[in-house]
């Protein structure tokens, strides 16, 4: 007779696998001309603060997040930045703030990274967390109500939380990857 799996180790090990196997070695080496590189005209960044102009910006800090509520019907490309600031405020931040007693976390009074460097020690210091966060829940804490921090979810179990978080580090760091492809092959302007 074999042992049941522990769903929480399998849960934690499918981001730890893909942070240390792919996502994080493809941030090493992020230079702040690539994080705050356009791709586009009119892409949404993190700028310096009083030089953004988005619908809205957040942050408390000296940089700023471009985002407008509702979000464009066709939401603008993002960059690097921008994607970097998504994952460490509302997907790890406000997740780690929530459920696992981390310092407070939201869109409005983050204080934004003004270069790669600052923000992947966030983005370590956010991934680190959330990981000791969900062992700490163990097995019976994925079963475990999300509560009112998550909303229309409050109702759901943590594991689907931490599922729902693992897809989005998986999905943005993807998009991160391809954006540090696109730079390392755009063609300089004549």
Same mark, same amino acid.
């Given at each position: 007779?074999?042992?049941?799996?522990?769903?929480?180790?399998?849960?934690?090990?499918?981001?730890?696998?893909?942070?240390?196997?792919?996502?994080?070695?493809?941030?090493?080496?992020?230079?702040?001309?690539?994080?705050?590189?356009?791709?586009?005209?009119?892409?949404?960044?993190?700028?310096?603060?009083?030089?953004?102009?988005?619908?809205?910006?957040?942050?408390?800090?000296?940089?700023?997040?471009?985002?407008?509520?509702?979000?464009?019907?066709?939401?603008?490309?993002?960059?690097?930045?921008?994607?970097?600031?998504?994952?460490?405020?509302?997907?790890?931040?406000?997740?780690?703030?929530?459920?696992?007693? @981390? !310092?407070? &976390? $939201?869109?409005?009074?983050?204080?934004?990274?003004?270069?790669? #460097?600052?923000? /992947?020690?966030?983005?370590? *210091?956010?991934?680190?967390?959330?990981?000791?966060?969900?062992?700490?829940?163990?097995?019976?804490?994925?079963?475990?109500?999300?509560?009112?921090?998550? @909303? !229309?979810? &409050? $109702?759901?179990?943590?594991?689907?939380?931490?599922?729902?978080? #693992?897809?989005? /580090?998986?999905?943005?760091? *993807?998009?991160?990857?391809?954006?540090?492809?696109?730079?390392?092959?755009?063609?300089?302007?004549?």
């Amino acid at each position: 007779m074999t042992t049941p799996p522990s769903w929480n180790s399998l849960m934690r090990d499918q981001l730890w696998w893909h942070w240390t196997h792919q996502l994080r070695p493809r941030l090493d080496g992020l230079t702040d001309e690539e994080y705050l590189w356009e791709p586009v005209a009119g892409s949404w960044n993190v700028r310096a603060r009083g030089t953004s102009t988005a619908p809205m910006q957040g942050g408390s800090g000296a940089f700023t997040i471009d985002w407008a509520w509702p979000e464009p019907e066709v939401a603008p490309v993002t960059t690097i930045a921008w994607r970097l600031g998504h994952v460490i405020v509302g997907c790890l931040g406000a997740r780690n703030a929530a459920h696992f007693g @981390g !310092p407070p &976390a $939201d869109y409005l009074s983050w204080d934004y990274a003004g270069s790669a #460097h600052a923000a /992947l020690d966030q983005l370590d *210091a956010g991934v680190e967390a959330w990981l000791a966060g969900v062992e700490s829940l163990g097995e019976d804490g994925l079963l475990r109500p999300c509560g009112p921090a998550e @909303g !229309p979810f &409050a $109702d759901e179990p943590l594991a689907t939380l931490v599922l729902h978080i #693992h897809r989005e /580090l998986i999905h943005h760091g *993807a998009e991160i990857a391809l954006l540090r492809d696109l730079y390392a092959h755009r063609t300089p302007h004549a």
